[in-house]
């Protein structure tokens, strides 16, 4: 296979998605998902009960929001507090996702014989916006990808080979579900073992008794490791009652509830079709969401020639968006896990992608710089650096290079969706400086002391507490920040916007 992208681009890009990562993950202000601000209330509950279970939350319904390994991770990354800093925090989600990045390049050089196609799938991988906002944050899906996504990968890279394998690869690949689930949640056994049950009959020549004979019971014993490891909550959790009321029915079967009047108009109509989970499942690709639906019509032109690769990676595609377009709450961020598989499959046809998928990125890409740098220019109250400036000068330009030179045009779409990134990210720099922060002479001042700040969202409250350390925050709801009188008389100290 021929090199899809120059070296030195793969390369820079490669220097771009680390700088761009690593840049700002301790800030306030970096784009995330709200629920890392619950998710930070419970480990420091959890860690205030000096044990590891029950969960621990002062908001009622939500201490089972998610299964304990996620916690635990937060209580073992902040050495159970005594380092309690949105970076500790967040330090695991971006070894997840680097992890996840060396697999996806091994699995893409094992499928193309390249090694240029792929480290450019990890580069794409890591070009996906949602891969940004999700992979660097305290979220859960750092660690649910990784893990539903091993087995897969082991596959890719190892060969037909491993199905064979009676022990070791069902051993690895239920203990690897298994901790999926005890990251996010039990529901994801159901398409894991449904793509893993597809690709044994796929790669068994779609002969099906074959394939009941030899590998049905692998497949069944690999999803009973894996809800034996999920079990082991229930077990070892002294209120198991909780867990089933508050996760089992309230996170997992409540999904199933119809929305806003019936589940059928719901599925065809509004914003939890199934045509909003195709949309919004596209679209965390980001800027690269036109190309990505490229690469379907591709897909769907060159079916009869694909590749078995090919086709393990788009029935890894289909069953996840099948399995998740039947619960009635439908969210692109349920399709995460199957952004890996896209990853590769637009690396391998990175050359057959038409480049006007890839222009529409570029002057998207355009009007975001343009209105950042504008926004930049006219903020009187913050000051920039001169690396700020030459930051969106250079974005800008590789902009408009690759919008009128047709052989840059892929190419400066990839290298400016880490470039309009890191821009957001250095123009709300100023907000994690002075202007966004207390003097020493306040939080000393608030030592020891209950402040309440506005919230409209859960637990939101939580993020003051890495700004004021030592004092007791509380939180009041944000449709009340205008009544000062109101305040006054209720909160001793309090916080407006």
Known sequence: ?????SIPSILFGLVLACVTYFYG????FAP?????????????????????LPLQSEMVGIKNTKPPLLFWQGMLSTNHGAGWS?????????????????LIVLSAVAI?????????????????????????????????????????????????????????????TGSAFGFALLYKSVAYIVPACLVLTLWYWQWRDCRVMECIQRDLFKVISIGLIALGLFALWFVFDPDPMAIWNEFVIGENAGKFAARNTSYLKDFVWGGDSVGMLLVTGVANAGFLAFAVFNLFYLAIRDRKSMSTEEKLLWIWIAVFFIIFS????????????????IAILLAMHWQQLSRWTFWLGLVLQGIVLIALAWLSWNINLWSYPIWHWFLL?????????GLFQARFTKTATLLACFLTVLSLSSSIMPLDGAAGRFDAKTIAALQGKTVWFPCDFRAKDEE??????????????ANQAKDLNYLAERYPLFAVQ
């Open 326 to 341: 039947l619960p009635s709450q439908r969210s692109g961020r349920y399709l995460l896990p199957i952004m890996p598989a």
């Open 32 to 52: 995330k998902n709200g629920d890392e601000y619950p998710y930070t209330h419970i480990v420091r509950m959890t860690n205030a009960a000096d044990a590891w």
């Open 464 to 477: 003051y507490r890495f700004l004021i350390p030592g004092a007791d925050i509380k939180g009041y709801p």
């Open 112 to 172: 193309s014989k390249n090694l240029s196609a792929g480290v450019l799938a990890g580069v794409i991988w890591l070009a996906f916006f949602n891969t940004y906002r999700y992979g660097r944050p305290y979220l859960a899906e750092p660690p649910e990808i990784f893990w539903l996504s091993l087995p897969f990968f082991l596959l890719l890279i190892v060969g037909k080979r491993l199905i064979e394998s009676k022990l070791i690869f069902p051993l690895i």
């Open 393 to 401: 000068i250079g974005a800008i330009a590789i902009v408009l290079i």
């Open 86 to 102: 949105l970076f500790n925090l967040r330090w695991p989600s971006l070894v997840y996702t680097a992890l996840t990045t060396l």
């Open 1 to 5: 296979m021929q090199a899809p992208i």
């Open 25 to 28: 993950v301790d800030s306030r």
